[in-house]
């Protein structure tokens, strides 16, 4: 079990064991998050039972840079077969598109969510069974659940406060985006033919910077919270939940890793997302930013 401030236990954060014995289970239900806008990898083999999502389609409006209502995201779990009641089980590809697809899902009310710890990564490197064969069940009502987007920030709210006390930026992208190099990531499981994200390099003023990557194993299981407290503590970051901590990336998949990792593997509230990143914040007008 996992412990936060209230004094409430969440199971977040489950392991390949743990989902390997509940396959069987009609009351759990797996998806795959894709960053692929093709299922091309899903067909090849897949988490037996999994349904395949990606994650732009499945999580954000039709024509706006908005996330899609409660109601279409219920009626897009019934017509899975998925119902208010059932556990759901989400695992990235990569890691950082479950962690997104984890914190939309919660923002929007499902209250039986769980994470699959190093995501389709971790699966596959344990030897587990992959199946081609995409789940087939029928439509159930669901009713939209409790909305509240108090894990998520806007540009407006970040520029309000910088430098004020009581908040902190946490910049997890990588150094030479940080340094303001790059607009983009050198490197890593995305891979970039250019450089673009943004109009400007740099970082939001005042950013403490600690590289998601960081936060995880190579096989993208996350670090135990005993280590991953003290990387927090090395960079800078407050997390003893008196300092309200805003996560952000390029775009938000990764600030959400960070935020996942902080407040169910710590168990400290106070964690917000700016959802926007630095693809919104190094394109406005007016706005500043630092570099080094």
Known sequence: MIMNQTGDTQEALVSCVWLAGRLDDPKV????VSAANDDAKYRTGHIPG??????????????DR???????????????????????????????????????????????LRL??????????????????????????????????????GRNDVRAKLGQPGRQLLDVRAPEEYRGERVSPPSGDLQFDFDHGAERTGRIPGATHLYF???????????????????????????????ELVTYYRLSHRATLAWFAIKFLL????????DGSWTEWGSIVGFPIEKD
């Open 29 to 32: 239900r797996v998806i795959e």
């Open 50 to 63: 999994a349904a395949w999502w990606f994650w732009k389609d499945a999580l954000w409006h039709a024509t």
């Open 66 to 112: 908005e996330f899609i209502t409660p109601e279409q995201l219920a009626q897009r779990l019934g017509s899975m077969g998925v119902s208010p009641t059932d556990t759901v089980v989400i695992y990235g590809d990569p890691v950082q598109f479950g962690t997104y697809a984890f914190w939309v899902l919660t923002m929007a009310g499902h209250k039986n």
């Open 116 to 153: 699959l710890d190093g995501g389709r990564k971790r699966w596959i490197a344990e030897g587990r069974p992959l199946s081609q064969k995409s789940p087939d069940s029928s439509p159930v009502a669901y009713t939209p659940g409790t909305v509240g987007f108090t894990s998520r920030v």
């Open 213 to 243: 990557r960081v936060m995880v194993n190579e096989d993208d299981t996350f670090l135990s919270p005993e280590k991953l407290g003290v990387i927090l503590d090395q960079a800078g970051a407050a997390v003893d939940g008196s300092t």
């Open 267 to 274: 168990g400290r509230e106070n964690v917000l997302v700016y």
